[in-house]
């Protein structure tokens, strides 16, 4: 073998080697970005499984939130629909009670305190008294002089007189003063009316303090 052939065998085996490590140096750069990639590529699914956690019981807080808000305005709906129906109930039985007939000489004493209180309330003065059309023969001029003494025994100095026209009311009286400028009204359904608030309060604090186990879940008590 020449010198020359010698030289080239070295040569082709020179860069056969460089190619050599050359391919091996591509191959561990290539297995270390392979693993370096695989390594962020279970970083980033850590990081977005813990995203998909943390937003899955963000969601599932706001959710128990939004139930207990929903059972907490369900409970008062309840609790407020319960009060109307007894003060409904009430106030059917309180109508009821009041228009039971009552013999003559009751009657025309509660006609009789209804427009004395209701004079005292206008403070006194020229009071024209309003009736229903049956109540007109009962609430007779003898029944306001005696009213009318009544009122003066408080200090309230009243003029008391039958106006002319009836009110469609079921009973009691409406008291006017000054041409009708004043007025109170001391009927029957006016009182029921006055009534109502007071009667919203109690009903509402009886509910409310548990004492009508009978009428609401412990449970939607709870809740309100």
């Given at each position: 073998?020449?010198?020359?052939?010698?030289?080239?065998?070295?040569?082709?085996?020179?860069i056969?080697?460089d190619?050599r490590?050359?391919?091996?140096t591509?191959?561990?750069?290539?297995?270390?970005?392979?693993?370096?990639?695989?390594?962020?590529?279970?970083?980033?699914i850590?990081?977005?499984?813990?995203?998909?956690?943390?937003?899955?019981?963000?969601?599932?807080?706001?959710?128990?939130?939004?139930a207990?808000?929903?059972?907490?305005?369900?409970?008062?709906r309840v609790?407020?629909?319960k009060?109307?129906?007894l003060?409904?109930?009430?106030f059917?039985?309180?109508w009821?009670q009041?228009?039971?007939?009552?013999p003559p000489?009751?009657?025309?004493?509660?006609?009789?305190?209804l427009t004395?209180?209701?004079?005292?309330?206008?403070?006194?003065?020229?009071?024209?008294?309003?009736?229903?059309?049956?109540d007109?023969?009962?609430l007779?001029?003898?029944?306001?002089?005696?009213?009318?003494?009544?009122?003066?025994?408080?200090g309230?100095?009243?003029?008391?007189?039958?106006?002319?026209?009836?009110e469609?009311i079921?009973?009691g009286?409406?008291?006017?003063?000054?041409g009708?400028?004043?007025?109170f009204?001391n009927s029957?359904?006016?009182?029921?009316?006055?009534?109502?608030?007071r009667?919203r309060?109690?009903?509402?604090?009886?509910?409310s303090?548990?004492?009508?186990?009978?009428?609401?879940?412990?449970?939607?008590?709870?809740?309100?």
């Amino acid at each position: 073998m020449t010198t020359t052939q010698e030289g080239l065998q070295a040569l082709a085996q020179r860069i056969l080697d460089d190619a050599r490590r050359q391919g091996e140096t591509i191959i561990e750069e290539g297995e270390a970005h392979a693993d370096l990639t695989i390594t962020q590529a279970r970083e980033e699914i850590e990081t977005t499984r813990a995203q998909i956690l943390a937003d899955a019981e963000e969601r599932a807080a706001s959710l128990r939130r939004q139930a207990a808000s929903s059972a907490r305005v369900e409970a008062k709906r309840v609790l407020l629909a319960k009060r109307e129906e007894l003060i409904n109930r009430t106030f059917e039985r309180a109508w009821q009670q009041l228009l039971q007939p009552r013999p003559p000489e009751q009657y025309a004493a509660v006609l009789r305190r209804l427009t004395v209180e209701g004079a005292a309330r206008l403070g006194g003065g020229m009071l024209e008294i309003r009736v229903n059309s049956a109540d007109r023969s009962v609430l007779s001029p003898e029944t306001l002089r005696t009213a009318e003494d009544e009122l003066r025994q408080s200090g309230i100095k009243a003029n008391l007189y039958l106006a002319e026209q009836t009110e469609a009311i079921a009973g009691g009286v409406i008291i006017a003063k000054d041409g009708g400028r004043m007025v109170f009204d001391n009927s029957f359904e006016g009182r029921l009316e006055r009534m109502k608030d007071r009667l919203r309060l109690e009903v509402w604090q009886m509910l409310s303090a548990g004492q009508a186990a009978d009428v609401i879940s412990p449970e939607i008590r709870r809740a309100a």
